[in-house]
């Protein structure tokens, strides 16, 4: 049994938790900014595939006292890196986090790079080469305060970046926050969803995943645990073929996802036809003035525009006004939530609301806001 530490959204912790105990890791407990979990190998790899809320999973190697970068490099020193990395694999260095002598984290991680391409020419007369993208071995370095944990990350790039995604809108929702959003919202997969104002499909595709029992990893082309050296190819077909035989062939309930930009809406269907999703999802061009409930009850997932990035948050508050007088007319019997970083905009909605949840989009402080619509 192995720990690992799985990197998460702030203010998404606790949801992060519950889907990796209910992917069988034991002694799960979240952090700031992650969970930590305890598992064999089998578990580390049905988190990288299965996980819908989590950005990556690092195998921790070594923790130990750090204030300075000539300490750093003498103590990645003493890891003997020809058990994970030989000079024919690529290598690249990550760095979070930082103290008063560390402060800056290419610096950082430039220093675990040469310790680690020094100690190879020492022993090998050889080097790893630098790969930026997609290296054979990724380590990840995090300093807080005078610590420095070293680890090894076994997703490689991001699990964000599922690999349906290449047709992005303007202000794209990452897939992790909408597949945590569908959580928070407890959305019965058996009840119709609906988020009209789809753009590029990022809440409708993650709903259609979630529904059908897709597992998000399967897209990716690789993930960092396959260039492990103990990397078990016979347990990771058997997690593979596993998954593909628990996908679901039909919906319970239908999914819509509506935009009144045509051209968002093209790169929605073609992102859900990565995944297979495009003969189950129905997106549809609808100015929001138009739009009808398209069943009698169900639940609403939507991120509009809060003018950090797009729009202007003035000429957003007729939008969120619209947003909440065609709820309150012609939805009776849904449940709705309004993802918004704007509290003067989310006033504008005009409605009562049943819950509020704390949540970051990136940076940005937002609010998931609930109306229950009776």
């Known amino acids: 049994m192995n720990h690992y530490f799985a990197t998460v959204a702030r203010s998404l912790e606790s949801i992060a938790a519950q889907e990796i105990e209910r992917l069988g890791a034991s002694q799960v407990r979240p952090d700031f900014a992650g969970v930590h979990f305890v598992?064999?190998?089998?578990?580390?790899?049905?988190?990288?595939?299965?996980?819908?809320?989590?950005?990556?999973?690092?195998?921790?190697?070594?923790?130990?006292?750090?204030?300075?970068?000539?300490?750093?490099?003498?103590?990645?020193?003493?890891?003997?890196?020809?058990?994970?990395l030989q000079s024919h694999n690529t290598l690249a260095v990550s760095c979070t986090g930082g103290n008063q002598k560390l402060n800056h984290t290419h610096f950082t991680a430039l220093q675990v790079k040469n310790a680690i391409v020094d100690q190879q020419r020492r022993k090998f007369g050889q080097r790893s080469t630098i790969?930026?993208?997609?290296?054979d071995l990724l380590v990840n370095v995090h300093i807080q305060q005078q610590r420095c944990i070293l680890s090894l990350d076994s997703s490689g790039t991001s699990l964000h970046r599922r690999g349906y995604h290449p047709a992005m809108g303007a202000a794209p929702l990452k897939e992790t926050l909408a597949a945590a959003l569908l959580e928070i919202a407890d959305w019965n997969t058996s009840l119709p969803f609906l988020d009209p104002l789809c753009g590029s499909g990022t809440l409708p595709i993650e709903a259609g995943l979630k529904a059908l029992n897709i597992a998000p990893g399967l897209w990716r082309q690789k993930f960092g645990f396959e260039s492990f050296p103990d990397f078990d190819q016979e347990l990771w077909q058997q997690l593979l073929t596993q998954a593909k035989k628990e996908r679901l062939q039909q919906l319970k309930a239908p999914i819509w996802g509506s935009d009144r930009d045509a051209e968002v809406l093209t790169q929605a269907r073609s992102n859900s036809e990565r995944c297979g999703l495009e003969h189950q999802l129905q997106f549809s061009q609808t100015e929001l003035a138009q739009l009808e409930a398209p069943a009698g009850c169900g639940t609403i997932v939507?991120?509009?525009?809060?003018?950090?990035?797009?729009?202007?948050?003035?000429e957003l508050g007729a939008l969120y006004k619209m947003l909440g007088d065609i709820f309150k007319q012609?939805?009776?019997?849904?449940?709705?939530?309004?993802?918004?970083g704007n509290k003067e905009l989310a006033k504008q909605v005009g409605l009562r609301t049943s819950a509020r949840f704390r949540v970051y989009n990136g940076a940005i402080a937002c609010?998931?806001?609930?109306?229950?619509?009776?």
């Open 330 to 340: 012609r939805f009776k019997g849904w449940t709705a939530f309004i993802l918004t």
């Open 39 to 84: 598992g064999d190998k089998a578990t580390l790899y049905r988190v990288n595939l299965w996980a819908r809320t989590i950005f990556r999973v690092l195998v921790p190697l070594r923790e130990f006292y750090c204030p300075n970068a000539d300490i750093l490099y003498r103590e990645v020193q003493k890891i003997s890196w020809d058990k994970y």
């Open 302 to 314: 939507c991120n509009p525009p809060y003018g950090e990035r797009l729009g202007v948050a003035r």
């Open 367 to 374: 609010t998931l806001l609930k109306y229950e619509l009776y």
């Open 131 to 135: 790969a930026p993208q997609n290296p």
